[in-house]
């Protein structure tokens, strides 16, 4: 019997350590809980590859301005209450531009006044400048335009070449 109580014994003291451990667990202040703070991950800037900054175009030297249009075209009559229209490949010295254009009436040599309109600073209109007379041009005339190279660019650049060219009036 001896024997059976010794194993009863041991079985009581493994019992009561075993509640003791766990009494003891329990009184045991709980583990700190992490904070948003901590838990929150820290973002580090690295700085990654630098870009190559893309090469930026050399610019081009001014060029010299061009006279690239002309109302009315070769060929066709200028109606008499029509403007002579001239466009030029950038923006002009009005004052210059004004200067520089001589239009001549080819029967008579006489040399016509004129009045310009500007649509933009690239587009000059010119109809003829008569005292006491409407702004018309005289019916089947023909009319030599000059346009001389003082006529200047904004920038201050001469006209490329001078034009020269004729214009009709319907008849």
Known sequence: MIK????AQAKVVGLVAAL????NSCNQPAPA???????????TNTPGPTAT???????????????VDR???RGQELQVDKPIVLTFDQAMDRASVEKAVQVINTADGTTISGKFTWKNDATAALLPSTPG???????????????KDTA?????????RPQIF???TIG
């Open 4 to 7: 059976h109580t010794l194993s």
């Open 20 to 23: 003791s451990m766990l009494l």
């Open 33 to 43: 809980t992490p904070t948003a703070a901590a838990t929150k991950p820290s973002v």
């Open 53 to 67: 900054p893309a090469a930026s175009p050399t610019p081009r030297p001014p060029i010299n301005p061009a006279l």
């Open 71 to 73: 109302d009315p075209p």
């Open 133 to 147: 007379n409407a702004a018309t041009w005289e019916r089947a005339t023909q009319y030599t335009i000059s346009l």
């Open 152 to 160: 200047k660019s904004a920038r201050g650049l001469a006209l490329a």
């Open 166 to 168: 004729n214009i009709s």
